[in-house]
């Protein structure tokens, strides 16, 4: 990536607008735009050159212009913005795109079994939910037909400051063009390898073709493909200037998925990141809809602490006029920004633990619930860490957590090796630690692994050492893991079976079936630096909840971790992260940050701010500390130094605070 230098209060100004929409920009005025972003406090947003529908939004000399189209808006918006010094990359779709995939059904994504990716074929007059796109192949004649012109006429005739280019990646296909093109490669159709394998090389073919109109043209303009996040894929970051993490909280994503992403992404060399959340209540799309105003700010408060920029999601009226209720509500989320943007610029991550994310290491997104669970236990706990994947240096980090399903290669293991040689500690869990083959462990755990375990779920029955706040009695684990015979290791907890597998023949009560003793192996096993938990708890723990989870996996990080960076009273939906500024001195940024969602019917949203008092906060410092204050406040507030350690009382945190430690 480019190391992209971006500002920190954009929005993205989705503009679907269908034919069946009249006067389409027939009420754009420069001076109400303009207007009204200053009174947000946006300096960037992204604006539409071509939609979902398939529609532009200026004079193009394709058959794609919006027939309804008052105006040149993609040369007015940029023209008005330039003036006004606000940033503002352009728009264009890519696999989403209605009028191409109505007039060329060829060209749609087919998957294995024939069918279509995107909506069900259904009568015209059937009500439509929400969604329903079909996806366009990229290896099919679209490409050349719709994406390239597009995107080189925008270049040619607007030549702006970046390109966002939306739904894009590696989509397994079965289309006339794709079986042909497998055919030719010597791929089998029919073998899935195969088709991932082909899927990998048409996008490759979409990045080098659309990056390479772009940078040839303008070698500084910002590029963004959207879609799945990508952690690992190293072979696809010279594509990007920057990476955007899509993730709004009151839609499919939750609280939790921004935060654990944004620890990675924000990891990678040279790679400045944008998060982008949404003014919507629930989702992308929604006319009329707005989010609680202390929602938006409390994102925007987590966003930039975690050294993203913000982005907030808002669609345009088919009528080009902004809405005035939305920008005064992003506005006083994007103050808070602006006041807090002197501690941003230029700040770097400070953390001690790290997590190795198995999505990133083995390329496979349907593992991203184990990182997801295992970063939520330390946001809980308010244990800064960063996310990694195996090219990244291990040697900053005193604890090094391994969820659920990391397969340790001799690459890795040698990294592991030096990394433990040098006083690290380990945390494992499930499968993490086998190697390749999965036939034994690539470090030496205490024992010998002997398999999976043969049971539907599994209890712990922990042992003195790591008792506190959990149940003496056996707890439920909601799947099993590994099996293994103790050599050297000291059990910390015992794993025990139910009496039987639950079956629709053979169950129960309502339920898990009860407990019948001992399974033989443990369920949680120390050697030195190393612990291994026998089930595949952080998967468990994003999926249920328990807190019993959560405090038998910080039982075991306080037996490993025993000199952390921070300590902090807050609860457990307090966070925390620490920066540095190098530029100012290598100051300590810390920030704290306290909301509480709740689940009204599918969404979850936050609504009261309750205030904390007297937050005690320990923190290393490695240098000599002349003041601590509160930050935009200019506050200073009293600290001890001691062994190592500043510590201070925030005396409150409203939703974020900002504490400097100079």
């Known amino acids: 990536m480019k190391n992209a230098k971006l500002r920190y209060r954009q929005v993205h100004l989705d503009f679907h607008t269908s034919e069946h929409c009249p006067n389409v920009g027939g009420k754009f005025d420069e001076d109400q735009f303009i207007g009204t972003l200053k009174k947000g406090h946006v300096n960037s947003i992204t604006i539409f050159a071509q939609c979902h529908h398939g529609w532009c939004y200026y004079p193009t000399k394709t058959d794609m212009e919006h027939p309804n189209l008052q105006t040149d808006l993609v040369g007015r918006m940029l023209a008005a913005a330039k003036k006004a010094d606000i940033n503002m990359p352009v728009y264009i779709t890519v696999q989403w795109q209605e009028k191409a995939a109505r007039e060329h059904p060829e060209w749609r994504v087919r998957r294995p079994d024939g069918g279509y990716v995107g909506r069900p074929t259904m009568h015209p007059h059937t009500p439509l939910p929400h969604g329903g796109w079909y996806r366009l192949c990229c290896n099919t004649p679209y490409l050349d037909a719709s994406v390239l012109p597009v995107l080189t006429e925008v270049m040619d005739m607007y030549n702006p400051s970046g390109i966002f280019l939306d739904i894009t990646g590696e989509e397994i296909c079965t289309c006339d063009w794709c079986i042909a093109s497998m055919h030719e490669k010597g791929l089998d159709p029919n073998n899935a390898g195969d088709r991932i394998i082909h899927s990998q090389d048409v996008y490759k073919d979409y990045l080098s073709k ?111 006029e902004m809405d005035e209720e939305t920008y005064r509500i992003i506005g006083e989320a994007y103050k808070r920004v602006e006041e807090r943007e002197p501690w941003l610029e230029g700040a770097e991550h400070v953390a001690d633990v790290a997590i190795l994310a198995p999505s990133g290491i083995h390329k496979d997104r349907d593992l991203e619930d184990s990182e997801v669970g295992a970063g939520l236990m330390l946001m809980e706990n308010h244990i800064p860490f960063l996310m990694l994947d195996e090219t990244m240096d ?91 015979k103790v050599t050297d290791g000291e059990i910390l907890a015992a794993a025990w079976k139910p009496y039987f597998n639950r079956t629709y023949g053979k169950f129960c009560s309502h339920r898990n079936t009860p407990y019948e003793g001992d399974a033989g192996w443990p369920s949680v096993i120390r ?63 810390l920030h704290l940050m306290y909301a509480n969602p709740i689940k009204r019917g599918d969404t979850n949203v936050i609504e009261d701010i309750i205030p904390l008092y007297d937050i005690a906060v320990s923190l290393k410092a490695d240098r000599d500390i002349s003041r601590v204050y509160l930050a935009p406040e200019n506050e200073d507030i009293e600290f001890a130094v001691a062994d190592g350690r500043v510590s201070f009382t925030v005396p409150k945190v409203e939703m974020n605070q900002i504490v400097v430690i100079e």
């Not at 375990?453 to 029955?461: C, L």
């Not at 038998?552 to 540095?580: A, E, F, H, M």
């Open 210 to 320: 659309t990056t390479d109109i772009i940078w040839s043209r303008n070698p500084d303009a910002t590029i963004y493909h959207n879609g799945s996040d990508k952690k690992g894929r190293h072979d696809l970051y010279p594509y990007w200037s920057h990476h955007e993490i899509e993730s709004l909280p009151t839609g499919m994503w939750g609280y939790n998925h921004f935060p654990t992403n944004a620890r990675y992404f924000t990891n990678l060399p040279d790679c400045n990141a944008i998060a982008q959340t949404g003014k919507f209540h629930r989702m992308w799309g929604e006319f009329g809809g707005f989010k609680n105003p202390v929602a938006l700010e409390y994102e925007v408060g987590q966003i930039i602490s975690l050294n993203c920029r913000c982005m907030v999601g808002d669609q345009l009226h088919p009528e080009g």
């Open 394 to 484: 291990l040697s900053p980090y005193q604890l090094l957590i391994l969820p659920d399903s990391v397969r340790v290669d001799n690459a890795l293991k040698a990294k592991i090796d030096t990394f433990l040689a040098n006083g690290g500690k380990l945390l494992s869990s499930g499968e993490s630690g086998l190697d390749p083959s999965g036939k034994g462990f690539a470090y030496d755990i205490g024992a010998e692994y002997t398999g999976i375990s043969p049971n539907d779920i599994e209890y712990v029955v922990v042992g003195d050492a790591i008792a506190a706040n959990l149940v003496r009695t056996p707890f439920l684990v909601y799947e099993s893991g590994v099996t293994t």
């Open 527 to 589: 050697k030195g630096n190393i612990i291994h938990i026998a089930q595949p708890i952080f998967r468990v723990y994003d999926d249920q909840g328990m807190q019993l989870h959560r405090d038998l996996v910080k039982n075991c990080i306080d037996l490993l971790y025993d000199d952390p960076l921070l300590q902090v009273s807050l609860p457990s939906c307090g966070r925390v992260n620490v920066t540095r500024q190098p530029q100012e001195g290598n100051r300590l940024i």
